[in-house]
């Protein structure tokens, strides 16, 4: 029987916990493959003139420490202001709708889905364009500054005599245009792209990659409409999203690219396995995702 949900909140604090533990443990194991990587690069001499343990251990193991610890605190910061402007914009916009039969997704709404996703990345746009903005005004205004001083004190060093360049930089107006396409136009951008990309994901996954996979996610009710994420079925899930994925690579294999389709699929079946089989195992440890399901 097929029931269909809206996830109307996401819990912050195990969303959060369970997401950084995850890419944290996926940084780590990115970190050791680029150590094995580069010790064999080194052995067999492809970069001259450096030594073995410069490139393995100035560069190699500080990553295994790095990676994942940068993995984490970004991951943390990332997933709790993402929930945060979901729990917020679902009441307003609606939250993602699954048509679920057991565990099995059978269906994406695509609206819905496409809609609230896209709203989160517009705002995540909006914070980046306000930091782009800010540090397009502050260089522009650093370069304004030194630009005259540059152009007059030159020629006292080399005794040489050309037009003074430009006194600044582009004015007021050229300014404010900029900002306005970073602050309001990239927002805007970004949502209607946004909003193509994930109605595509949908579209995909309802007529195409159901037929072979369907993603899975066991539920368990915790009280009334708060319910846990307790497993996700690795294969088929997996299946399903690298499916939607390879499909997108079509659009590369169209203009002559394969290798598109091809590694579009083996990288996002490896990675959301990964993520899969990470949740499984941490759930019972960290503690399961936690949503409100009506």
Known sequence: MVDLKEIKSIQLAPFTRMSASIYAILAFIASIF???TLSIVQAFSLIPN????????????????????????????????????????????????LELDGSEVTKIPIVSFALI?????????????LFMAGFVNVMATFIA????????????????????????????????????????????????????????F?????????????INLEFSQIKDNLHE????????????????????????FISGNLGEFI?????????TALIA???????PKIGTIKLNLE
């Not at 073995?52 to 991951?75: D, E, H, S, W």
């Not at 994420?229 to 390879?246: F, S």
């Not at 590694?263 to 990675?271: A, G, P, Q, R, V």
């Open 117 to 129: 996703l896209a709203a989160i990345q517009a705002i995540w746009a909006l914070i980046a364009g």
């Open 50 to 97: 450096v030594g073995f343990f410069t490139v393995v251990g100035g560069i190699g193991l500080p990553l295994i420490v790095i990676m994942p610890i940068a993995a984490f605190l970004i991951t943390i910061s990332v997933s709790f202001l993402t929930v945060t402007l979901y729990n917020l914009l679902a009441p307003r916009l609606g939250g993602v709708e």
């Open 202 to 214: 949908a579209i995909f996954y309802n007529y195409i990659a159901s037929r072979v996979a369907k």
């Open 34 to 36: 680029m150590l094995i």
């Open 277 to 283: 089989i990470l949740y499984n195992y941490l759930a």
């Open 145 to 200: 500054d030194i630009i005259p001083v540059v152009s007059n004190e030159v020629p006292k060093f080399t005794n040489t005599t050309f037009p003074i360049g430009p006194t600044g930089m582009p004015a007021g107006s050229e300014m404010a245009i900029i900002s306005v396409l970073l602050i309001i136009g990239l927002p805007i951008i970004v949502f209607v792209f946004g909003f193509i990309w994930n109605a595509l």
């Open 229 to 252: 994420l307790k497993h996700i079925p690795v294969i088929p899930t997996a299946l399903a999203v690298a499916i939607v994925y390879a499909i997108f690579g079509l659009f590369g």
């Open 263 to 271: 590694s579009n699929f083996i990288l996002y079946f490896i990675e």
